[in-house]
């Protein structure tokens, strides 16, 4: 799949989700949702390959969380990745059983506040903490009854789980990015200030981009004081990795 099928593929997935929660929760609310089911699912996944090492025949969704090998993982995994993540606690297990679960929206805010507390005492405590500040899983802006909360819920981590692009890391577009720009380009013009007001569009970020690195052999870095969106930041970023070799 080219670069333009994963786009293009992500952003129908994304206005599926959309339309599974549309009239239920504000578009700019919606984005956080959509935003944090796909770093939960990066996170996920990628935890699962450093603990397994990569190896294909070690099923760690499959472990039980006493297991003593986890046990004994969990102190080196923590000072190395800045946080653990039980096998119950996977993205996977939990999209598995979302249709069903009746108090998914409960059980995700333990696994968040798991996940962040899993760093309390170690060096990453402070990256950590507050990582799911954003994505409210008891937020009345999901419905006024947990059964509404928990079908929307449901509904935006299934469609999370569909996007079936392999290994985050072989990806030939940048999901959180690319997925950032499309939600915010849609819903930003409706968000009012708090949404709309620091949002630089693709083309113009990368326009800015390009004459940046014009010329350039080398870069230290690269700094945006009025950094909103994050999207000049984002295309300098993939400017920087296709010009400087």
């Known amino acids: 799949m080219t670069s333009t099928q994963q786009r293009a593929a992500l952003q129908r997935q994304i206005w599926q989700i959309a339309n599974e929660v549309r009239g239920a929760v504000d578009g700019w609310d919606f ?25 294909p025949s070690v099923d760690y969704a ?7 090998n986890i046990a004994a993982a969990k102190d080196d995994a923590i000072k190395t990745k800045g946080y653990f993540i039980y096998p119950s606690q996977l993205f996977v297990n939990v999209v598995a059983r979302a249709t069903t679960n009746e108090s998914l929206n409960t059980d995700l805010a333990a696994i968040f506040s798991a996940i962040e507390g899993s760093a309390s005492g170690y ?11 954003d994505f409210d899983t008891t937020s009345n802006r999901l419905g006024n009854t947990v059964k509404d909360k928990n079908s929307r819920l449901a509904a935006v981590l299934k469609g999370v789980a569909g996007l079936d692009f392999g290994d985050f890391d072989a990806s030939h577009i940048d999901l ?6 499309f939600l915010i380009s849609n819903y930003a013009a409706n968000a009012g200030k708090s949404g709309g007001e620091f949002f630089t569009p693709q083309n113009v970020s990368k326009l800015i981009a390009q004459l940046a690195m014009h010329g350039q052999k080398t870069v230290n870095k690269i700094y945006d004081p009025a950094c909103g969106s994050g999207s000049l930041l984002l295309q300098a970023k993939k400017h920087f990795d296709a010009h400087i070799c």
Do not use: C, H, P
């Not at 499959?62 to 003593?68: S, T």
């Not at 060096?123 to 500040?133: M, P, R, T, V, Y």
């Open 31 to 55: 984005k956080q949702y959509v935003l944090g089911s796909l770093f939960y699912r990066f996170i996920s996944e990628n935890f699962t390959d450093y603990i397994t090492g990569g190896d």
């Open 62 to 68: 499959e472990m039980n969380d006493d297991d003593e």
């Open 123 to 133: 060096e990453s405590e402070q990256d950590i903490k507050g990582l799911f500040a």
């Open 176 to 181: 959180f990015g690319d997925a950032y720009e």
